[in-house]
C-alpha cells in the first residue's frame, strides 16, 4: 500500500530533518577552512616560479631547512654543545611542522600529532630532554622514571563505539564471539614475543629509534611481505582484528596494511618498552596542544636562532660553501644564505625540489605519503553515547576514519562546558597523487560533510553540536614504508648527496616524534664531529 | 444530496486529522524510545516497522466490520485518541516501574497501529456507501492522507516537540481524533443509531484527555518523582547536575543527580562527625576552607567555634549555595549559615580553584560528591592532594569524606593510601548515619597528629571525644587493606567505586 511507504518516507524524512538540518542551518555554524600553509609555497617551489634576484647576502656556519621537530631537534642540540652560529629557516609562520598546534577561547589543539608514548630507556638524549622540560619529574629507588602525572593520558584513555554503544579501549571487544576473541589474544600474545626477540647481533629486532633495531636477516625479512600478507600468513582472519591491525597503520603511517611492510606493521605493536615508576607501558604522555608542547620545550630553548617565514628556494654548491636563496614569504624579499654546513631537516620530496639539478644530479629515493584530513570541532558541550564515557581517544568501529580525541582531556576541571575534539582522517584507498590533486580544489562542504558523515554514526546530534570546524588538509603527512623499505633503511643505504646533511624522521621510515628527534640530535653530533 | 456532500467533506477532513495523528503518534514512540532506551536508528526503524506491520493488521481486520460502517469509525476514531493521546504518558510513567518497558512500549504501538489501519478502509466504504465515485474516493482519501502526514512529520518537530514536549504534544492530538469523533455525531445526529451512548463516551474520552492535556507538565514532574521515595518539593537543572529535595513525613532529602546526599533526619551525625575531629586537632582556626558542601551544614558545625575568623567555601554550582542561603526551610536547617559575614562562597571548580588559591588556611573540609564518575574521581587523585599542601597553614588539618569503609572497602582504603602518597599522615574514623549506612573519613596532616586541643563547642547531639575513640578503630570486616594510589592516569577509585557500589543499588 502506498500509504505505507509515504509513512516511512515521511518518517525518514523528519528523522533527517532533525538529525541533518543543523550542518546546512550555517547561522551557528560555521567553518574556516585552513588549508595547508606549506601548499602553496611548496608548489612555488615544484613550479619554479622563485627567480627573484637577491636583494641581500648572509652568512652562517650552520643553516638547518626546517623547523619541524627535527630540524628543531638539531638546533636544540647544538645549542646544548655550545654552538651558536647557526639559524633555523622556518617557511610557515609557527615553527612545528607535524607538531603544530592551534588555539581558540575554549583549548589548545593539536594540528597533527598528539601524544608520545611512554619512551623507552635506551636514548639518553630524550630522557634528558623530557627531565629538563619537566615531564621527567625523578626517579625512583629502581631508577624508574617518575613522570609528571599531569602529562600522563589521564583515565578513560580510550573507547571504542561498537554495536551501537561505547566499550572502554580501541581493540574490539563487545559482541564479540569466542574465535574473534581467541584471535585477538593471540596476535597480541605473537606481538608480546617480537618486543621480547632479539637478533643474533644482540639488538632488539624492533626498536625505537628504528636504528637501534636488528639487523639480523630473521627479522628483515619481515620487509619482504606486506602486513596484510603477513596476517594472512599467519592465519589471521578474524574481521574485528583486521579492522583493529588496519586502524592502527592508518593511525601511525597513513596507508592500510596491504601496502605497507610487515616489518613497520610489527614494529608498530612491538617497539614500545617504555617503563615507569607511576605508569604502565601502554600509557602515552599528552597535553591540550598535542606534541605542540614538546615543540614548544624545544623552541624556547633555540627561539633567538629561529626565522619564521623564510622560504628556502633553492640550494646550490659553491665550492665548499653551500648557497641557499630564502624568499621572505611577508616582505618578499629575497635573501642569499652561504653556509659552511647545511642541514636540510624537511621531507625527501621537498629537498628534492631545492637541489639544484646541476650540483646535485642524483636522485633522491622516495617513499609514497599518506595524506591526513585533520579537523578540529569546538562543542558546545561533551557529547555523549551510551556505554563507557567520553574518553581521551575515541574511535568509531568500521568507520573509515581516525575517531578523535578530546583536546581538553587533561584540564583537570570536573566539568566543561565547551569542548575542543580533534577529529583525524587518514585519507587512503585511492591514489595519493590524485587525492592531493582533489584536496588542491579544496572543497569546504565537502570535506565539512566527511567529518560530519562519520561523527554522526556515533553522535546523531553532532550537527547541532558543533560550534565551529578548522579543517586541515596535510598533503604529505606522513611516510608509509612499502616492502623492501626498512631493508634500505636499516643498511644505512640512503643515496643521498654527500655535501649537505639530511636529518628527518622519513629517513627512519617513521614520522614519529622519538624519530624526528633522534634524527635531529644524530646530526648534531655530526656537525659537532666536523667542527672539532 | 448536498447533506451528503456536506459529510464526505466532513469525512475527507478527518482523514487529513487521522493521518496527521497516526503519524505523530509514530513520531512520539520512536522519540519516547530513543530519549529513554537510546540507540536511535534501533528504537526507530523498529517502530517504525512495526507500525506499519500493525496498519497491515488493522486494515486486514476491516473486512469483518460489517453494517454500522460510520458507527464502528466514531468508535475507533476515539479509541485512538485515548490510546494514542495517553501513550507517552503511560511509556514516560512506566518506564520508572515497570522492567519490561519495551513490552508496553510495543503493546501500545501495535495497539495504535492497528486501530490507525482499521481507519482508512473504513472511511473508503463509507464514502463508497454515499455513493461517489471510487475514482474519487481513492484519489481524495490518500491526497488527504499523504497532506496530513506530511504535516505531521513538519509540525513535530519544529513546533510541537520543542513548545509541548512529548507529553502533551501526543495528548493534543488525542484531543483532536475525538474531536473528530464528536464532530460527526454533533452535525450529522441521525447518521447514528447509538448515538447517545457515543457521545458520552467520546465526551468522557475528551475530558479525560483535556484534564491530562492541562496537567501534562505535573505528569511530567511525577513521572521524575517516581524514582524517588518520597514527594519531590523541589528540582532544578543547573549547568552542572539536578537537584532535587524530597520531603518524607518528617525529614527533607537532598539528591544531586539522583544520588542522596543528606537526609535532615541524622545529617547532623554525618556533619559533626566530618567537621569536628579536623577542627579539633588543627594548631589554629581563625580561617577555614571547605571544598563542596554547598549545602551549607559543614559550615553550620564550623561557625560553632567562635575563634573561627573567617570561612571560604568554594563550591562548583551556584545554583546549590543560592538554594541553600534563600529557601527558608533550608536556611533553617544550615542555621543561616551561607549568610554569615564570616563565609565567603566562590562557585568554581575546586581543583582548578586550590592551584591558584594564594591564601592559606588553617583547617580544610573536604565533602565532594563520592568517586561515582571519572570527572568527580580527579577530585580524589594523588595530584589533588599534592596541590592541597600550598593552602595549608602550619599544623593544619584536613578531613576528607571517604565515601563507606564498609560497602566500598577498597574505595575507602583507596582514599587513605592516595592521601598518604601524597606525604600526609592520616588518620581514618567512620561512624553510623542510618540514611547512609556506615560512613568513612580521611583526616591528614602535614606532621604529626595531637590530641583534641580544645573543648567541643556546646550543642553537639552525637560527637564527643569519647566516640571519636571508637571511630578510629576499624573492625575486621572494615579493616585496612593495600589498593595502591589512584592517578589520574589510572583513575583506580573510580573503578572500585562502581564495583563496590554496584553490589548495593540501593544506595
Redesign the interface.
Given at each position: 500500500?502506498?500509504?505505507?511507504e509515504?509513512?516511512?518516507l515521511?518518517?525518514?524524512?523528519?528523522?533527517a530533518?532533525?538529525g541533518t538540518g543543523n550542518i546546512f542551518r550555517k547561522g551557528d555554524t560555521y567553518t574556516l577552512i585552513q588549508e595547508d600553509p606549506a601548499k602553496k609555497f611548496g608548489h612555488m617551489l615544484r613550479d619554479g616560479l622563485q627567480k627573484a634576484t637577491a636583494v641581500q647576502k648572509k652568512e652562517k656556519r650552520i643553516l638547518i631547512i626546517g623547523a619541524g621537530i627535527s630540524g628543531l631537534s638539531a638546533a636544540w642540540m647544538l645549542k646544548k654543545q655550545g654552538i651558536e652560529d647557526f639559524v633555523v629557516l622556518e617557511l610557515e609562520k609557527q615553527p612545528g611542522g607535524n607538531s603544530a598546534y592551534g588555539k581558540n577561547d575554549v583549548s589548545a589543539y593539536p594540528l597533527g600529532a598528539h601524544y608520545l608514548p611512554l619512551p623507552n630507556r635506551n636514548y639518553p638524549e630524550l630522557t634528558e630532554f623530557l627531565e629538563k622540560s619537566g615531564i621527567i619529574s625523578g626517579y625512583d629507588p629502581a631508577g624508574l622514571p617518575v613522570y609528571n602525572?599531569?602529562y600522563?593520558?589521564?583515565?578513560?584513555?580510550e573507547r571504542l563505539f561498537i554495536r551501537?554503544?561505547w566499550q572502554e579501549g580501541l581493540v574490539p571487544d563487545y559482541g564479540l564471539n569466542a574465535e574473534d576473541r581467541a584471535e585477538i589474544k593471540r596476535f597480541f600474545a605473537y606481538m608480546e614475543r617480537f618486543k621480547e626477540a632479539r637478533g643474533t647481533d644482540g639488538k632488539e629486532a624492533f626498536a625505537i629509534p628504528v636504528e637501534y633495531s636488528s639487523r639480523d636477516e630473521a627479522w628483515l625479512a619481515y620487509d619482504d611481505i606486506s602486513f596484510a600478507g603477513w596476517l594472512q600468513r599467519e592465519n589471521f582472519r578474524s574481521p574485528a582484528l583486521l579492522w583493529y591491525a588496519e586502524y592502527c597503520m592508518k593511525d601511525d603511517y597513513g596507508t592500510v596494511p596491504e601496502k605497507l611492510s610487515a616489518w613497520n606493521g610489527i614494529h608498530y605493536f612491538a617497539c614500545h618498552k617504555g617503563k615507569a615508576a607511576?605508569?604502565v607501558s601502554s600509557?602515552v604522555l599528552t597535553w591540550p596542544e598535542g606534541n605542540g608542547f614538546l615543540m614548544e620545550k624545544l623552541r624556547s630553548e633555540v627561539q633567538e636562532h629561529i626565522l619564521l617565514k623564510h622560504m628556502a628556494c633553492s640550494v646550490s654548491l659553491d665550492g665548499t660553501k653551500k648557497t641557499v636563496n630564502v624568499l621572505r614569504t611577508d616582505t618578499q624579499q629575497s635573501i642569499e644564505y652561504s653556509c659552511r654546513e647545511l642541514v636540510m631537516a624537511v621531507p625527501l620530496f621537498i629537498a628534492a625540489r631545492m637541489l639544484n639539478k646541476e650540483d646535485f644530479p642524483q636522485v633522491l629515493p622516495r617513499m609514497p605519503y599518506g595524506s591526513w584530513l585533520l579537523a578540529n570541532l569546538t562543542l558546545k558541550r561533551e557529547p555523549g553515547g551510551?556505554g563507557f564515557?567520553l574518553s581521551w581517544d575515541n574511535v568509531l568501529y568500521g568507520s573509515r576514519g581516525l575517531g578523535y580525541v578530546n583536546a581538553c582531556h587533561q584540564n583537570?576541571?570536573?566539568?566543561h562546558?565547551k569542548i575542543v575534539i580533534t577529529y583525524y582522517h587518514a585519507l587512503t584507498g585511492a591514489d595519493p597523487a590524485e587525492l592531493r590533486k582533489k584536496a588542491e580544489h579544496f572543497d569546504a562542504a565537502e570535506w565539512n560533510r566527511l567529518v560530519m558523515d562519520d561523527l554522526r554514526t556515533a553522535h546523531?546530534d553532532i550537527g547541532q553540536l558543533t560550534e565551529h570546524m578548522e579543517l586541515r588538509l596535510l598533503g604529505h603527512a606522513m611516510p608509509s614504508p612499502v616492502p623492501g623499505t626498512m631493508r634500505r633503511v636499516l643498511a644505512g643505504k640512503n643515496e643521498l648527496p654527500a655535501d649537505i646533511h639530511f636529518c628527518h624522521s622519513e629517513l627512519s621510515g617513521y614520522s614519529v616524534f622519538e624519530e624526528a628527534f633522534y634524527q635531529g640530535c644524530e646530526c648534531a653530533r655530526r656537525l659537532i664531529k666536523i667542527s672539532v | 444530496m448536498d447533506k451528503n456532500r456536506k459529510l464526505s467533506l466532513l469525512l475527507l477532513i478527518s482523514v487529513l486529522v487521522i493521518a496527521t495523528c497516526g503519524l505523530i503518534y509514530e513520531l512520539v514512540a520512536g522519540t519516547l524510545a530513543s530519549y529513554l532506551l537510546g540507540d536511535t536508528i534501533t528504537q526507530f526503524s523498529t517502530i517504525i516497522g512495526l507500525y506499519l506491520f500493525s496498519m497491515g493488521i488493522g486494515s486486514f481486520l476491516s473486512k469483518y466490520v460489517r453494517g454500522r460502517l460510520l458507527e464502528t469509525f466514531v468508535r475507533v476514531e476515539v479509541w485512538v485518541g485515548i490510546i494514542g493521546g495517553f501513550s507517552s504518558t503511560v511509556l514516560f510513567l512506566s518506564f520508572e516501574l515497570v522492567h519490561s518497558f519495551s513490552f508496553i512500549l510495543y503493546f501500545l504501538i501495535l495497539l495504535t497501529g492497528t486501530l490507525v489501519g482499521l481507519e482508512i478502509p473504513l472511511l473508503m466504504r463509507i464514502l463508497n456507501e454515499y455513493r461517489i465515485g471510487f475514482k474519487d474516493i481513492v484519489s481524495r482519501v490518500f491526497t488527504f492522507d499523504y497532506v496530513g502526514a506530511l504535516a505531521a512529520s513538519l509540525i513535530f518537530p519544529l513546533f510541537f516537540v520543542p513548545k509541548l514536549g512529548l507529553i502533551k504534544t501526543s495528548l493534543f492530538f488525542g484531543i483532536l481524533n475525538v474531536s473528530v469523533a464528536l464532530l460527526l455525531l454533533l452535525r450529522f445526529p441521525l447518521e447514528f443509531k447509538r448515538r447517545r451512548g457515543l457521545l458520552i463516551f467520546s465526551f468522557a474520552a475528551l475530558t479525560l484527555l483535556t484534564i491530562g492535556f492541562v496537567m501534562g507538565d505535573r505528569i511530567m514532574r511525577y513521572a521524575e518523582s517516581l524514582s524517588y521515595p518520597d514527594k519531590v518539593i523541589y528540582s532544578q537543572s543547573s549547568s552542572y547536575q539536578r537537584i532535587v529535595l524530597t520531603r518524607g513525613h518528617n525529614e527533607t532529602r537532598l539528591f544531586l543527580n539522583g544520588n542522596l546526599q543528606f537526609s535532615s533526619l541524622d545529617e547532623y551525625r554525618y556533619h559533626e562527625a566530618l567537621v569536628h575531629p579536623a577542627m579539633q586537632r588543627s594548631r589554629s582556626r581563625s580561617s577555614v576552607l571547605v571544598m563542596g558542601g554547598g549545602d551549607g551544614l559543614a559550615l553550620r558545625e564550623i561557625l560553632k567555634y567562635p575563634d573561627v575568623q573567617q570561612v571560604t567555601l568554594v563550591d562548583l554550582d551556584p545554583a546549590l549555595t543560592q538554594l541553600f542561603s534563600g529557601n527558608e526551610y533550608l536556611t533553617r536547617l544550615n542555621e543561616r549559615s551561607l549568610l554569615s559575614p564570616k563565609v565567603k562562597v566562590i562557585n568554581q571548580d575546586a581543583f582548578i580553584w586550590v592551584r591558584n588559591a594564594a591564601e592559606k588556611y588553617d583547617c580544610v573540609i573536604i565533602d565532594f560528591p563520592d568517586p561515582s564518575s571519572f570527572a568527580l574521581g580527579k577530585l580524589y587523585s594523588n595530584i589533588m592532594y599534592h596541590s592541597l599542601h600550598r593552602v595549608l597553614s602550619p599544623g593544619a588539618a584536613i578531613v576528607i569524606q571517604s565515601t563507606s569503609p564498609l560497602f566500598a572497602p577498597n574505595s575507602f582504603w583507596c582514599i587513605n593510601e592516595t592521601v598518604r602518597s601524597a606525604g600526609f599522615r592520616t588518620l581514618p574514623y567512620h561512624c553510623y548515619v542510618p540514611s547512609f549506612g556506615e560512613w568513612g573519613f580521611v583526616m591528614a596532616t602535614e606532621g604529626d597528629f595531637t590530641q583534641a586541643r580544645s573543648a567541643l563547642p556546646g550543642g553537639l547531639r552525637f560527637f564527643s571525644n569519647e566516640a571519636f575513640a571508637a571511630m578510629t578503630h576499624f573492625p575486621e570486616d572494615m579493616k585496612e587493606r593495600p589498593t595502591g594510589v589512584n592517578r589520574l592516569n589510572n583513575q583506580m577509585l573510580v573503578h572500585f567505586f562502581e564495583k563496590e557500589w554496584s553490589s548495593y543499588s540501593a544506595h
Open positions: 500500500m502506498k500509504r505505507k509515504f509513512l516511512m515521511g518518517t525518514l524524512g523528519a528523522l530533518a532533525c602525572e599531569n600522563l593520558c589521564h583515565e578513560p584513555e551501537n554503544q607511576n605508569a600509557d551510551r564515557p583537570l576541571q570536573v566539568v562546558d546523531p | -
